[in-house]
């Protein structure tokens, strides 16, 4: 009784002193003035917008432009826009604040939601069986560090994440679906899920999903009117068509950790985006094909198996992704590693490479610069093979033949 008490205790204060760093980080951006630069400040602008009556030019580049200069004294702006005009009206709720209160107010939510999450989805993830193990891997996962310092949304998409596969594990597909069509502020993330779910022809969870999208569609057609819907469409399709175009600068599409990015390094512009939607399907009939035609025992690791490689997909095919956003994968790598009893070694030498690539990066990054965002495109090929492994991985699970039921019921 007295280690069990000194073991929780002391797992208290690991988590009380792993607060105590994420706001500290939060607060150091605030004192050394780089929180202004951060991505905070364009969702920040965008909400300013919405909330003073200039959602109908949500989309228009030099207003954002100029009203970045007036609330963070950019001289132009850092990043633009890009989400749905239903987050803005959402983010117009911290746009009453000024922006260094709703950078940390901003702040404190991520946290709250990175703690969430750890609790959430612990009952789906006995391994690393001690606590402090577990939460170990969770605040280690250096992307989420990126997400909370740059006050970015990808946090919140874990959690909506983590809420669908809690509801399919329990059979509320319609509810789970809701819960990912909550997540299409970040729709480049959301959709390509959404469609492998359609080819499995789960009807219920795409209700839920079509119900959610419909009510996010009316709130951003509230929020800027036809017109700005028009222009965000407009904006959406520059975007792809010309990407390398002056005003696109800060997306980087060669920075982004996805095929995307790949393509972008290895092929000339004229052949990036067919190149990119062939590959795109290819993989997501992959996948869908292969997890429509596994079935396994419901207590084995197919569920999980199968929602990770649909996660993990999603992130290789998005055509907009950055390091944040690989803030996704955490919840792939921890449901892989409690699903399976005996851990593959390839499986567990792919999750840690996973798990630090990114702060690798990030680290030659800072040390010499902007071309060493090029080795970014290497996450791809582990993250494919983190996918293969796990359809491997299922078929070599044993089966019951006395109750076997689809994946995902």
């Known amino acids: 009784m007295h280690n069990s008490s000194s073991t929780k205790r002391d797992v208290a204060i690991a988590l009380a002193v792993t607060v105590v760093l994420l706001l500290g980080s939060i607060l150091l951006g605030v004192l050394s003035g780089e929180a202004t630069g951060y991505d905070f400040g364009t969702l920040y602008s965008a909400g300013w917008m919405v909330r003073h009556g200039m959602g109908a030019t949500l989309y228009d580049l030099r207003e954002q432009a100029r009203t970045q200069e007036i609330l963070l004294g950019r001289g ?25 209160t709703a950078y940390l107010i901003w702040g404190v939510i991520n ?13 789906f993830t006995p ?10 891997v969770c605040f280690s996962f250096f992307p989420l560090w990126v997400t909370l310092d740059l006050g970015q949304t990808s946090i ?13 594990k329990r059979n509320r597909d319609a509810r789970a679906g809701l819960f990912l069509g909550m997540g ?29 999208a419909l009510s996010c569609a009316a709130l951003s057609a509230a929020t800027v009117g036809p017109k700005g819907v028009a222009s965000y469409v407009y904006f959406m399709l520059d975007i792809a068509k010309n990407p390398a175009h002056a005003a696109y600068v800060p997306i980087t599409p060669w920075a982004m950790p996805n095929l995307r ?82 851990m593959d070694r390839w499986l567990l030498m792919l999750s840690v490479a996973i798990h630090v690539y990114p702060f690798a990066v990030y680290l030659l990054v800072t040390a010499y610069g902007g071309p060493y965002l090029l080795l970014y495109p290497l996450l791809v090929p582990l993250l494919m093979l983190f ?13 019951s033949a006395s109750h076997v039921s689809p994946v995902f019921g």
């Open 184 to 212: 299409l502020f970040r729709f480049q993330l959301v959709l390509p899920f959404a469609l492998i779910f359609l080819l499995w022809r789960k009807w219920k969870f795409l209700g839920g999903f079509i119900a959610a």
């Open 111 to 123: 946290i709250g939601l990175w703690i969430y999450f750890i609790f959430l989805i612990r009952p």
């Open 76 to 100: 132009s702006a850092n990043v633009y826009y890009l989400q749905p005009p239903f987050e803005a009206l959402i983010l117009s709720l911290l746009a009453g604040f000024s922006y260094v």
């Open 156 to 168: 919140l998409l874990l959690v909506l994440y983590s809420l669908v596969f809690k509801n399919l």
């Open 387 to 399: 996918v293969v492994k796990t359809a491997f991985i299922a078929r070599e699970a044993p089966r």
């Open 127 to 136: 391994r690393p069986e001690q606590t402090f193990g577990y939460y170990s």
């Open 261 to 342: 990015g790949l393509f972008d390094v290895l092929l000339s512009p004229r052949w990036i985006n067919p190149a990119l939607a062939i590959c795109s399907m290819f993989i997501i009939l992959s996948v869908s094909f292969w997890w429509r035609k596994e079935e396994h025992h419901t207590t084995s690791p197919g569920v999980e198996l199968a929602f990770s490689s649909a996660v993990v997909t999603s992130v290789i095919i998005g055509f907009h992704v950055h390091s944040y956003d690989l803030s996704l994968i955490l919840l792939p790598v921890l449901l892989v590693i409690g699903a399976i009893k005996e």
